[in-house]
């Protein structure tokens, strides 16, 4: 399909899409589109000087390394996932042979690579650590503060609330990936410990592959203060956000995540809602140093549970940490000033200049 946002022109192909964690259906939905990207690529897009490729999916460097050489363009690689470092620790590659072609690969596309980004500063410290000598730079998620803010005023907070439910209640939300490195069950464990508190509900927002067995876990549990929903159009998440008094964002508790920022904190922080965030490293240092919600042990439902009791009896607390963050992400993840930087380091990779960031 093509078409064109904002006078940029876009290219969409074809991918096979599945939630099956089975190898061969995996690896069907990884190659599919590293084919038929490199395919479409070759014949409808012309020359240019540089070529971005997103990783995860690493096996999409593929498609990226062969384009470029094409198109004789440079090429510069986005981290936003250690991989396969984080599909191992999830225990979502466990075939030999796979493991080792995927860090053969990570291993040349880094080689090819004219610039590396990574998305945090664990991200960019773990790849400088072994590729010294390749120009890396941090490139943060962020968020368009200006247009956030408006799709959150656009919304009516009372409207929401009603349609989904939540008049009167104190509400925990999640929205986004109801993947495996999230840890999910955690926060249902959460709200099992909350049952007695009538007045606190939690609700998720999205899809994702555990989705399936979180609602069974909840419904065995009996957690009834628990709602599941399907996922939102983008326009609205913002509005979601604002109408809701808590959000939470949980990891795993593995080292790989250490250096991570999920990009939800920062939405999260831009609509003015307290964290608790239930994640360590990384993410855990920015929202102590934002001072925008309360930080608690990855995979402890009793310390997540006492943070948001902590939250619903201090209303005037949480709104100050929920003011807190929105202020920092102003400051410091303003979309519009990372995507200045981000132009800088390309207009430096096609003049072959020293980084500038």
Same mark, same amino acid.
């Given at each position: 399909m093509e078409e064109s946002i904002n006078d940029v022109k876009i290219l969409r192909t074809w991918i096979y899409a599945t939630k099956s964690k089975a190898f061969v259906r995996r690896l069907l939905n990884y190659f599919s589109f590293v084919l038929s990207s490199f395919f479409i690529g070759a014949w409808k897009v012309g020359r240019h000087d540089i070529l971005i490729v997103e990783s995860p999916p690493l096996f999409l460097g593929i498609s990226g390394v062969l384009l470029s050489l094409l198109k004789r363009a440079k090429l510069v690689t986005n981290i936003s996932d250690l991989w396969p &470092? =984080? #599909?191992?620790a999830m225990g979502i590659l466990r075939n030999n042979f796979l493991v080792r072609? =995927? %860090?053969w690969l990570e291993e040349f596309i880094y080689k090819q690579s004219q610039l590396i980004t990574g998305q945090t500063q664990g991200i960019v410290d773990n790849i400088h650590s072994r590729f010294p000598h390749k120009r890396i730079s941090l490139i943060t998620n962020g968020v368009n503060v200006g247009s956030f803010l408006k799709l959150c005023e656009a919304e009516n907070k009372s409207d929401l609330r009603q349609e989904f439910g939540f008049e009167n209640k104190f509400v925990v939300v999640y929205a986004g990936l109801h993947g495996l490195a999230q840890g999910l069950e955690t *926060?249902? &464990? !959460? #709200?099992g $410990? $909350?049952?007695e508190h009538r007045d606190i509900i939690f609700a998720f927002f999205g899809d994702g592959p555990e989705k399936a067995k979180l609602i069974d876990l #909840?419904? %065995?549990a009996g957690t009834d203060n628990v709602r599941f929903f399907p996922s939102q159009p983008t326009r609205r998440v913002p509005g979601l956000l604002a109408a809701s008094n808590l959000a939470i964002i949980p990891l795993k508790k593995l080292p790989i995540f250490q250096g991570a920022l999920p990009s939800k904190m920062f939405e999260a922080m831009a609509a003015a809602v307290p964290l608790v965030v239930s *994640?360590?490293?990384e993410a855990r240092r920015l929202v102590e140093t !934002? &001072? #925008?919600g309360i930080a608690v042990a990855p995979e402890d439902p009793g310390a997540m549970a006492g943070a948001i009791l902590t939250l619903v009896n201090d209303r005037k607390y949480a709104e100050t940490l929920g003011l807190n963050g929105q202020r920092y992400v102003m400051q410091h993840y303003d979309r519009q000033k990372i995507a200045q930087r981000f132009e800088q380091l390309l207009i430096d990779v096609r003049s072959c200049a020293p980084a500038t960031a």
């Open positions: &470092e =984080s #599909a191992i072609f =995927s %860090r *926060v249902v &464990e !959460a #709200a $410990l $909350l049952i #909840a419904r %065995r *994640v360590d490293g !934002a &001072e #925008a």
